[in-house]
């Protein structure tokens, strides 16, 4: 019975067979468990030896069963490590990265630069009113250069801003000179579109006011930009323009000057010193609003570009639609550059 027990033991392939083993043999009513309760019926003299026979068989098998039971479990835990081992030499699944949408890139080098001057980085509202977009920015409803500028207008009277200037004004409303600030996001302008102009599209602006700041300052200004952009090297050009908020006016183009020749005026924005008119609609609204008239007197500059421009010249992106037309194979270039 020992010899066909061990044997059975060896074979259990699992924790229950083994259990099973275990039952047949020493659980309440097994065999040699029988064997013992049948010693009672044999005379004394012989009680003794079988006794300690069967003991030896059910010390035998129970050493048995326990070594087994071990082993079986350390198998067990063995399989389970070994499923869930991580095994690190395998190649990595590749996962698509995103990547910065190219106007974002050049946001993000514009921004950098201004902020390194000392310049406040804000946004603003995309819907405004016509007295922030228009009126308060010198542009009264009569005036011609309303022309110069469709806009998407709503039925609640309210418009789709066609410039970031609108936000001098309410940056103004709200503090106090001072200040350094540029401004970005989007604008929407109702036009025809062609490779150099969409009916969306970004703007950043400056505005710096305070005390005897003077178009040295704009000039200033403009061209650490146009380093920061394009290197040392880089040039700037001003020529007299003509926006109703500005007094002087004037356009600027920098020089994109790069070793594979591709070297041009690169026309990028307006700018000029705050016409005395903007101050004074902003005095109004601050008056309107509690706040004291501080604007009077001071004097200041703004400028407004298009990061798109920027980005045609440096990404070679020949159409400016490619950059909204969410076609993955412009924006597939950018992919995991971050
Ligand atoms: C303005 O929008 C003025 N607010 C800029 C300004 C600010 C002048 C402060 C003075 C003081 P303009 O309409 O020229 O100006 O637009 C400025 C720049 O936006 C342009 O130089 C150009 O880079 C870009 N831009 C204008 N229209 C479009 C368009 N349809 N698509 C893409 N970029 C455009």
Known sequence: MQHEAIQEIAAAGSLE???AVKTRYVGKSGLVTKELGALGKLPPEERR???AEINAVRQAIQAALDEREAALRREALDAKLAGEAIDV???????PAGGLHPI??????LVNIYERLGYAVVEGPEVEDEHHNFEALNVPWYHPARDLQDTFWLEDGRLLRTHTS??????MVDHEPDLKVVVRGKVYRYEATDATHESMFHQLEGLVVGDGISMADLKGTIAEMARGLYGAGARVRFQPSYYPFVEPGADFAVYWDNPRGESKWLELGGC?????NVFKAVD?????QGKP???????????????????????KIPDIRYFYANDPRVIGQFRGEL
């Not at 109004?284 to 309107?288: G, I, N, P, S, Y």
């Open 166 to 171: 609108p936000m001098q004004v309410r940056y």
């Open 49 to 51: 030896a079988r006794g």
């Open 89 to 95: 030499t395998l190649p990595g699944l590749p996962l």
């Open 104 to 109: 974002n890139r050049v946001y993000e080098d």
């Open 284 to 288: 109004d609204l601050r008056e309107a």
């Open 272 to 276: 000029g010193m705050i016409h005395p």
């Open 293 to 315: 008239r501080v604007y009077e007197g001071k004097t200041g500059f703004a400028f407004g570009l298009g990061p798109e421009r920027i980005a045609m010249l440096k990404y």
């Open 17 to 19: 067979t083994l259990q």
